[in-house]
């Protein structure tokens, strides 16, 4: 056996309650703050991009947890190495619908950044295929723990319970780093299109979950 894996602790796909917001919050910051897609919306070249950040992915993951939407993890050992949020098929989320979430946007990340992350968010729903999908909006892996597949397990953990939803056809996540293309590709997502952001594009992936796709699904 290699002694790596000898050593790996045991990885066990969680449900995450209020408890692990701070945790959660941290782990997608060191997720998305080098990504492009936020580096655009949020201005990285604009003193306090940092903050614009934690703000946005703190105002996030509360909306989800208030809208009671799936939150799972990965917990190896005692440490959570990672997080996912899953909008469910019938939520299809309009973020300009939510007045207090728009205001405190506003207040904490600024009304430009606001503005920009809500005309990106509107594209991306219309992008979404019908019948109803579920979305990924938020997939992170602890920076100390990638490139040792937990970012693989975690994603098949969401395949898993999309697939257990009847209200859905299959799962749309996006990504603006070209890098990960071939790894989710690799998982059978396609491509819906893409969204111009300044110099680069936004990927849209799709990838069908029905009943055919339940048992690979859960093969994972």
């Keep these: 056996m290699n002694n790596d894996n000898k050593n790996k602790p045991e990885s066990v796909i969680v449900r995450l309650d209020i408890s692990a917001l701070n945790e959660a919050r941290s782990i997608l910051y060191d997720a998305y703050r080098n990504e492009p897609t936020f580096q655009y919306l949020f201005n990285h070249r604009k003193p306090g991009y940092n903050q614009r950040v934690r703000a946005t992915l703190r105002e996030l993951v509360d909306l989800y947890f208030e809208l009671e939407q799936e939150a799972i993890g990965v917990m190896a050992g005692d440490t959570l190495v990672a997080v996912a949020f899953i909008g469910d098929p019938d939520l299809r989320l309009n973020l300009a619908d939510q007045l207090s979430w728009r205001i405190r946007m506003v207040l904490t990340a ?22 109803l999908t579920h979305q990924l909006p938020l997939m992170g892996v602890n920076p100390k723990y990638q490139n040792r597949g937990y970012g693989r397990l975690m994603l098949n953990a969401v395949q898993r319970l999309c697939a257990d939803n009847p209200r859905g056809i299959g799962l749309v996540l996006d990504t603006g780093n070209s890098r990960y293309l071939p790894f989710y590709e690799s998982e059978g997502f396609r491509s819906l299109g893409k969204i111009r952001l300044g110099g680069f594009e936004d990927h849209v992936l799709f990838r069908e979950i029905h009943p055919e796709a339940k048992a690979t699904a859960n093969q994972n």
């Design 110 to 131: 600024g009304f430009a950044s606001t503005r920009r992350y809500l005309d990106y968010h509107e594209k991306l729903r219309a992008m979404l295929p019908q019948p």
